[in-house]
């Protein structure tokens, strides 16, 4: 069974509409992360959280919000998608001090 | 994080030539890793260098962390078709990585 799992793997919505993307880890680790991926852009930070109490806007993190249910589940929401949010969205987990970060694989999003 | 610059952005090579990704720093880095994401796939850790002049080998990959800690690079000799993919340079401070805009390598057979 794979480490971390994010569900759903693909996604077409409508603008306007509320959104929940979900990653869930079996790894243990305190720490996770929530990355979106463009073309040509790399990687980009949008929220993280460090336990279960801790939440961090990151890079980008406007029209976005993010729940640490548990230590295993963090989820990212867009409350009112729009179509420049249609990317590639990670989610990643790390525990150890080397902060080697392991990665679902990865949410298809389309905003039409 | 701290910003870091990645060349170029794509890479066409032939099979059995060598290739080179570069990750550049305005600032010193406390540390710089290097991730592999295949077509379709998710990124996958490779290294972490952290002392300035470091240099590793993973097999065809070598990976130097220069000596003012502000630059890096991954070379890989005599490339494989297995070797396609994107190479992102990582840069880490605080535990909030920073990544580089990667390097797509294509190899032609």
């Known amino acids: 069974d794979a480490d971390v799992t994010q569900t759903p793997r693909n996604r077409i919505t409508k603008t306007g509409k509320r959104i929940m993307l979900e990653c869930s880890q079996t790894?243990?680790?305190?720490?996770m992360y929530w990355y979106r991926q463009d073309p040509g852009l790399g990687l980009r930070l949008i929220y993280y959280s460090f336990d279960v109490k801790d939440i961090n806007k990151g890079e980008i993190s406007d029209g976005y919000s993010v729940s640490r249910q548990a230590q295993a589940k963090f989820s990212l929401s867009l409350e009112s998608a729009i179509p420049n949010q249609t990317a590639l969205y990670f989610c990643?987990?790390?525990?150890?001090?080397?902060?080697?970060?392991?990665f679902g694989p990865g949410t298809r999003l389309t905003v039409l | 994080g701290q910003q870091v610059m990645q060349i170029p952005q794509y890479q066409h090579v032939q099979e059995g030539e060598d290739f080179t990704t570069y990750c550049n720093s305005s600032?010193?880095?406390?540390?710089i890793q290097w991730y592999k994401q295949r077509p379709g796939g998710h990124p996958v850790f490779l290294i972490q260098l952290v002392k300035s002049g470091e240099v590793k080998k993973q097999k065809r990959l070598t990976f130097q962390f220069g000596e003012a800690k502000k630059n890096s690079s991954l070379h890989i000799t005599a490339t494989q078709t297995t070797d396609v993919g994107t190479y992102f340079c990582v840069s880490g401070g605080s535990y909030i990585p920073t990544f580089g805009r990667g390097t797509s390598l294509i190899v032609h057979p």
């Open positions: 990643a987990t790390s525990g150890t001090r080397l902060n080697e970060q392991f």
């Open positions: 600032t010193t880095l406390s540390n």
């Open positions: 790894k243990g680790h305190d720490r």
